[in-house]
């Protein structure tokens, strides 16, 4: 894997000379191969890793699996395309994926010079620091002079830089290709700092031999708005990206969940709600305007389960990560997650 | 007109059957072959890059790099300078790991392969083991595995070992050694040290044109050290020795001052060193068994000493077979040296390959600034290589 991440790039720069013309088409593209691609990192529990039977489960995961169950009716067919925080956009834009739902960061260079399609926010997040308890400090302003692990090819070494350099502190930094090497080195000490969004500290931790000798520094130094992303150049694939997300969002503040699904949708009963009714296809065409099934958001719900449902199965405060709502509460419960409405 | 047509056909066909002119014309039409793929693959990426609305351009050089790297030895670097800088540092880092590795390679190549061929059984077989065991293990897992050696093994920097304590300071975050503070007439001293070894290579002259002529054999090596070591130890002794430490020291999380050899450099120049000598030590092996040992008997029989032998009669035979195929290995040392990345030693592959692809999504430009970097430095290790085969070759009278 490792000797497959070194090479990638120039491999992928080979793949974007000889392969022939990115197709317009995503939709039909995916559609004639009855799979969905999804760009998704090497392995962060929580988001998206494999389990003890090998199969792909997570944050990101599901959204993947959303967008299946959008587009191929079936939340199965889905294939991840891993790739390192440094092969990510190449992947996508060189074909290799048809979305990425990758822990990315959406910034202005990302969107505009990587020339890529931003579709939302499915987590807010900003980076932090972790730090071994036994270090007895507090804040991140006493760490002048520390050796600090990062996962290289993310915007945390520019967040890293500027913060150290604005505080007028330094460091010495260990640049990694991977999450798991970057664990491993912070672990055996070569590191007194790791330093991800405060999501991926979460999902160190949990993953450490003894995640109570270890805490998160309370300051957060930057915003980290994750989203989904697709290639320039395809606005119906765009479309749909960016309402799978809000399908989610939607049926949370709804009240709309996998279990209820079929009472509303007509299927064991039906809602009288305007809104959920369009949602759902029982009213209207919004899925074939898409290009899609009329009952596609019935699909994600059924299948997979509203914002509320992926956030707490996955990195909840009940699963290992711990992770508490925060800002991605609904905005009706005083968080960012907001969906433009269904009409 | 029917024997128009059979005349130009009769034309082609001549020139086909004529041996000479087939060649010529399967050779044009190869390279005719090989453009057009050249510039299908030269198309494919304008029109593929335009369609997702990339423009090919290097002025991305020149922005900001916005990220710092810590190890850069030789030019100054902050996370204000441009994406070229970081390229040139990420440069000078293969340079230096891939330059030390050669020597470190040469050095312990050559002793192995010799060694090798120890009468001694028991060298010769644990040299054997030892050979067989590296070449047979990729390098990437070589470097995996002495850096984690050197991150797990080695204590953290607050419990380092001292060697001896409050100099040297060995740990997972480096080995720190002091460095030298040269004080006024310092410059001196290397004046004089730059004298005593031109003088000694004057010497090393003389003493050969006496040999030729006369036969008589000065000990040109001891005296060479003497004059060297001799002068300049008078003129550090009478400058009153112009030069300081700067010892390293635990201040807060790492060690201040001194100089360091970094865990990531050291696991990949060690990794690299004794992978690659493995390799040389069975070029010299196979070069020394190249040498008739006709040659060495008739060597003996003509009275020469076992070790004036080898340094007259076999080694510069045996050069003949290393070189060339030691120079394939110095070029794989150097192309090796890009696995850096795994254990992020900050290489040109890491810096304009790694993350400055990442943070402008040039992946096509920075990666040919790569691969130009890569057979720029390879076509001058081959030319160098090349030139020292002409010198060494057999001089026929």
């Known amino acids: 894997m490792r000797l497959k991440t070194t090479l990638t790039s120039a491999a992928l720069a ?18 004639a191969r009855g799979v969905l691609r999804c760009v998704v990192s090497t392995g962060i529990a929580g988001f ?32 991840a395309v891993t790739s390192t925080g440094k092969t990510r956009f190449t992947r996508l834009n060189a074909g290799e994926g048809d979305v990425l739902w990758r822990n990315t960061t959406i910034t202005f260079s990302r969107d505009v010079g990587v020339k890529l399609r ?32 990062i996962q290289t090819g993310t915007t945390t070494e520019l967040n890293l830089a500027d913060y150290f350099a604005s505080n007028g502190m330094s460091y010495e930094a260990v640049t990694i290709e991977t999450n798991d090497e970057a664990r491993q080195n912070y672990e055996a000490g070569r590191c007194d700092v790791y330093t991800t969004d405060a999501s991926g500290l979460a999902s160190t931790r949990s993953a450490l031999p003894d995640p109570d000798a270890h805490m998160v520094l309370p300051e957060i130094i930057s915003k980290e708005p994750l989203g989904p992303a697709t290639r320039h150049g395809d606005d119906q694939w765009s479309d749909i990206i960016t309402w799978v997300l809000n399908a989610t969002i939607t049926a949370e503040e709804l009240g709309v969940t996998s279990a209820n699904v079929d009472s509303l949708a007509g299927k064991t009963g039906v809602s009288d709600h305007p809104e959920i ?12 305007e898409l290009g899609l099934a009329n009952d596609w958001a019935y699909q994600i719900i059924k299948q997979v389960g509203n914002y509320g449902e992926i956030f707490e199965r996955n990195i909840g405060v009940n699963t290992p990560l711990g992770i508490a709502r925060g800002y991605n509460a609904l905005w009706t419960d005083g968080g960012l997650q907001y969906s433009p409405p269904f009409r | 007109m029917t024997s128009n047509r059979n005349k130009s056909r009769s034309l082609v066909l001549r020139l086909w059957r004529h041996q000479e002119s087939r060649a010529v014309i399967i050779q044009i039409l190869t390279m005719i072959a090989i453009f057009a793929l050249i510039a299908l693959i030269a198309q494919n990426v304008v029109v593929n890059l335009a369609a997702v609305g990339k423009e090919f351009s290097f002025g991305f050089l020149l922005w900001p790099a916005a990220y710092d790297i810590t190890f850069s030895p030789f030019i100054e670097y902050t996370n204000q300078s441009t994406h070229l800088r970081a390229a040139a540092v990420g440069a000078l880092n293969t340079l230096l790991v891939a330059l030390l590795g050669i020597i470190a390679a040469s050095i312990l190549g050559f002793t192995l392969g010799i060694l090798r061929l120890s009468r001694n059984w028991l060298v010769s077989r644990i040299v054997y083991v030892f050979i067989e065991f590296v070449r047979n293990v990729p390098i990437l897992i070589h470097i995996l595995a002495i850096y984690s050696m050197i991150v797990v093994l080695l204590p953290p920097a607050k419990k380092s070992y001292g060697l001896p304590d409050g100099i040297f300071f060995l740990s997972n975050r480096g080995f720190y050694v002091p460095s030298p503070i040269f004080e006024a007439g310092a410059s001196i001293v290397g004046i004089i040290f730059v004298l005593a070894v031109i003088s000694a290579i004057i010497f090393r002259q003389w003493a050969k044109r006496v040999q030729n002529q006369t036969g008589r054999i000065y000990p040109v090596f001891w005296i060479s050290v003497a004059i060297v070591v001799g002068a300049t130890g008078i003129a550090f002794l009478a400058t009153g020795m112009p030069l300081s430490w700067d010892i390293p020291a635990l201040k807060g999380f790492n060690f201040k001052g001194g100089m360091a ?56 035979q045996a050069l003949r077979v290393i070189v060339p195929p030691l120079c394939s ?29 990442m943070q402008t999504g040039k992946e096509m430009e920075t990666m040919l600034i790569v691969m130009g970097f890569y057979l720029v430095i390879s076509l001058i290790i081959s030319a160098f290589m090349n030139w020292f085969n002409r010198r060494i070759k057999l001089t026929e009278r």
């Open chain 1, 118 to 149: 931003f579709h939302g926010v499915n987590y807010y997040d900003g980076q932090g620091f972790m730090v071994k308890k036994d270090l007895g400090i507090s804040s991140a302003t006493e760490l002048d002079g520390a050796s600090v692990c």
């Open chain 2, 329 to 357: 290995q110095y070029l794989n040392l150097t192309k090796n040296s890009s696995l850096a990345i795994a254990i992020g030693y900050m290489d040109i592959t890491a810096t304009i390959g790694g993350i400055s692809l």
């Open chain 1, 277 to 288: 009714r369009r949602l759902l296809g029982v009213d209207g065409s919004q899925g074939s």
């Open chain 2, 261 to 316: 050899l970094k865990p990531e450099f050291l696991a990949l120049w060690l990794a690299l060193s004794y992978y690659t000598a493995c390799f040389i030590a069975e070029i010299v092996r196979a070069g020394i068994l190249a040498v008739n040992s006709g040659q060495t008997e008739a060597a003996h029989a003509i009275g020469l000493r076992h070790n004036r032998t080898l340094q007259l009669v076999v080694i510069p």
């Open chain 1, 48 to 79: 998206a890793a494999p389990n003890a039977s090998g199969v792909w489960e997570g944050f990101d995961i599901d959204f993947c699996r959303a967008t299946a169950a959008a587009v191929l009716g079936d939340a199965n067919k889905i294939e």
């Open chain 1, 14 to 31: 080979l793949a974007l000379a000889v392969t022939s013309g990115v197709q317009a088409g995503t939709l039909e593209d995916v559609q």
